[in-house]
């Protein structure tokens, strides 16, 4: 059985939500983090990053970076139908929009809340911090260009680069102005967010949207 190392309201939660689509059999080891747990020697072992989510699978190989988690269950549980088949061009789109975000998105967060682990100088902390704001307030109009016609990033169907999008929506920022210069990303979300099995997962999660 594959399992999930996770911590709630972190970048475990859109794995978390492509194993519930697929119903997949699992089990999930959450990590305290108030407890510091993800530094662990235990965890260490398991990522030396100290990072979630991480994935045991059945062999024992550790599969880290949220991003490929979800790129590989989805080719795991065919079924579910996630994503697109090999050479097409969707599957291409997948790619890339997965890419962007774990490459953006999620990095825009990361300079944002750990400033300082983007420069030696404390003083350089919040102008780090800002520049994340900048790049997320850019990073989140390509995705609002991209939703303009359709509630799905890829193809007319749900595909796991629309629930990474709607794990990175519910992560702290100034919602209100988002949504008023991005109104495409709102409706995408409660979109992906009206299937029960992801609903769940979210709401286990404590993130409302």
């Known amino acids: 059985m594959i399992t999930l190392y996770a911590s709630k309201g972190t970048g475990s939660m859109a794995p978390q939500a492509v194993l519930a689509c697929a119903n997949a059999e699992h089990k999930i080891v959450w990590i305290d983090y108030d407890a510091n747990e993800h530094h662990s020697e235990n965890f260490l072992s398991i ?3 100290g990072q979630l989510p991480a994935l045991a699978l059945e062999d024992g190989t ?3 970076e949220s991003a490929a988690i979800m ?3 989805a080719d795991c549980y065919p079924a579910a139908n996630l994503i697109a088949k090999p050479t097409t061009s969707q599957r291409a789109q997948t790619y ?3 890419t962007f975000m774990a490459t953006n998105v999620y990095e825009d967060f990361l300079r944002i809340e750990y400033s300082q682990n983007y420069t030696v100088e404390p003083v350089a902390e919040a102008s780090v911090a800002a520049s994340g704001v900048a790049s997320l307030s850019r990073s989140w109009g390509i995705l609002n ?3 303009t016609d359709s509630h799905y990033l890829v193809g007319d169907k749900l ?3 629309d629930i990474y999008m709607a794990m990175l929506f519910t992560w702290p920022q100034n919602h209100e102005s988002l949504i008023a210069k991005c109104p495409n990303l709102l409706p995408a979300v409660q979109n992906t967010l009206a299937i029960e099995g992801i609903k769940k997962v979210f709401d286990e999660n404590e993130c409302i949207v």
């Open 96 to 98: 890339r929009w997965i």
């Open 62 to 64: 550790i599969v880290t």
């Open 159 to 161: 595909s796991i680069a």
């Open 71 to 73: 790129l590989h269950l």
């Open 145 to 147: 260009e991209a939703l």
């Open 47 to 49: 990522n030396p990053r």
